[in-house]
């Protein structure tokens, strides 16, 4: 395989790897995106079927082409990748795909980005992998002697294979509720969290919600600790699907389990409660291994950034990660990460 070479590279084509190849595109300069996907659509053509775009927690429009009318009832798994799709027709961004990236390490004065489909070598890399590929699957003694059926929210599709079982949702996350409300519809469900489920009550405005999740984010980056899950921040909203599980009962939240069995799970009070599945709503990670080369990470497993930039290592900047992990994040990440790299790149040419 032909090594080749960009000035940029571009990890990711979801919505925050589009944001950056549209500011890149407009400043001129010379990038490619690598895209593991094999079609437009980022992360969210894998959702799960019953998600419907009224019930998703907003898409914000892609710089430069406004998101044409949607339709709530449709999924979100086919109406935003025709929508990003629509963008790379309009645009012509320079897409390879399906490309996975395994590596990115120093050749100074270069980074070079090693793939499934040879390497790149690039004076900057902007990483927009996201957290899909990365899910958190908890492990508890005796899991493995399980003999139901077992789903991350990475492979969950509908309720209907779960219907008439006995099921164990794990997870006091905005999708952890959303499923719990879901599969509560055909069966019977448990449900788990390791802390109380924080509802807010104080009349939840996204707007107000997101300019205070944003700051606390940014506040945990800039300080190189490891960022929590979007609803530590901002807790539960009393979302129509949420009060219509709290009408049913479904509400019913458990201490999580100290045990697994072969035909349940053993309660914290020594009791074992039979389930036919385990639902683990556990949330995702950032997928950031193939950074792992350049050391970027301090010893409490975070990574400083300022803006978009990581501190210590300008040549690298991380989008759809910490405060711009909302559509709407993503796309101003993008412009920042465009402006921030094109100065650099300036700087370090006038240096020469």
């Known amino acids: 395989m032909t090594d080749r070479s960009a000035t940029v590279v571009v990890i990711g084509g979801g919505q925050s790897g589009l944001s950056a190849a549209y500011h890149l595109q407009r ?27 009224a019930t998703v ?8 082409l406004p998101k044409p009318p949607l339709d709530d009832a449709e999924p979100s798994r086919t109406a935003v990748p025709r929508y990003f799709a629509e963008f ?14 395994t590596a990115v390490r120093r050749a100074d004065p270069l980074l070079v980005v090693e793939t499934d489909h040879g390497r790149w070598s690039a004076r900057a890399v902007i990483n927009a992998t996201g957290t899909w590929t990365n899910p958190v699957r908890p492990h508890y003694p005796g899991q493995e002697t399980f003999q139901g059926v077992q789903l991350h929210t990475y492979d969950y599709v509908s309720a209907e294979r779960l219907a008439g079982l006995r099921v164990a949702v794990v997870g006091g996350g905005i999708s952890g509720v959303q499923l719990l409300a879901e599969i509560s519809q055909v069966a019977k469900t ?15 405005q996204p707007e107000v919600a997101g300019r205070e999740t944003i700051a606390k984010v940014v506040a945990d980056v800039e300080a190189g600790r490891p ?7 901002t807790g539960l909203a009393w979302t ?16 999580m389990f100290t045990a697994i069995e072969p035909h349940g799970v053993r309660e914290s009070d020594g009791t074992v409660t039979t389930v036919d599945a385990i639902v683990w709503a556990t949330g995702f990670k950032a997928a950031l291994a193939h950074l792992d080369p350049l050391g970027l990470r301090n010893e409490a497993g975070g990574i400083r950034l300022h803006g978009t930039e990581v501190v210590g290592e300008p040549r690298v900047h991380l989008i759809g990660f910490g405060p711009s992990q909302s559509t709407v994040g993503a796309n101003r990440a993008g412009r920042e990460a465009a402006h921030s790299i094109a ?10």
């Open 190 to 204: 448990f449900w788990y969290t390791r802390r109380e489920p924080w509802f807010r009550t104080d009349g939840f």
């Open 343 to 352: 100065k650099y790149l300036s700087t370090v040419s006038r240096a020469i």
């Open 227 to 233: 960022t929590g899950s979007v609803v530590s921040y």
């Open 88 to 101: 790379e027709r309009t645009f012509a961004p320079p897409i390879l795909r399906p490309v996975r990236v």
């Open 57 to 64: 927690n907003g898409i914000f429009d892609l710089p430069g």
């Open 27 to 53: 400043r001129g300069l010379d990038f490619v995106v690598l895209d593991a996907e094999p079609a437009p659509g980022g992360a969210w053509q894998h959702r799960w079927e019953s998600l419907r775009m």
């Open 240 to 255: 129509s699907y949420a009060l219509d599980a709290k009408r049913r009962g479904v509400l019913d939240r458990r201490p």
